[in-house]
């Protein structure tokens, strides 16, 4: 089974920037969507970005205009770049994929995902 696993995660101050990436270990599928999610203790799954597999893209209200979800297909790797950090950014951040992508109203459901990796902590302080 492919696995996922996340990097770049990391302590920043309020403005400051960062990017995870996540590499899959093998070939997810054609039809296949990525995403990003995130956890805070006590909290649900929070879907963040999504892209389907030809291109499209999705964000929560929370994000858009300061993540960038995109991926480079050459190196099985999901980017989320993350600019003008806030302190309610503060979580573990997962990657995630589905072989066969839902509907885009869904890509941000942690429900449409089977594969997740193991997350990387993103504190932001202020």
């Known amino acids: 089974q492919v696995q996922l696993v996340e990097a770049g995660g990391g302590a920043v101050q309020s403005g400051g920037s960062l990017r995870l990436s996540c590499v899959a270990s093998?070939?997810?599928?054609?039809?296949?969507?990525m995403a990003w999610f995130r956890q805070t203790p006590g909290k649900e799954r929070e879907g963040v970005a999504a892209?389907?597999?030809?291109?499209?893209?999705s964000y929560a209200d929370s994000v858009t205009g300061r993540f960038t979800i995109y991926k480079v297909k050459t190196k099985n790797t999901l980017y989320l770049q993350m600019n003008d950090l806030e302190p309610e950014d503060t979580a573990m951040y997962y990657c995630?994929?589905?072989?066969?992508?839902?509907?885009?109203?869904?890509?941000?459901?942690?429900?449409?995902?089977?594969?997740w990796g193991q997350g990387t902590q993103v504190t932001v302080s202020s």
């Open positions: 995630a994929a589905t072989a066969q992508c839902p509907w885009s109203d869904r890509w941000l459901l942690p429900k449409e995902y089977h594969l």
């Open positions: 093998g070939s997810i599928g054609d039809n296949s969507c």
């Open positions: 892209i389907g597999f030809v291109g499209g893209t």
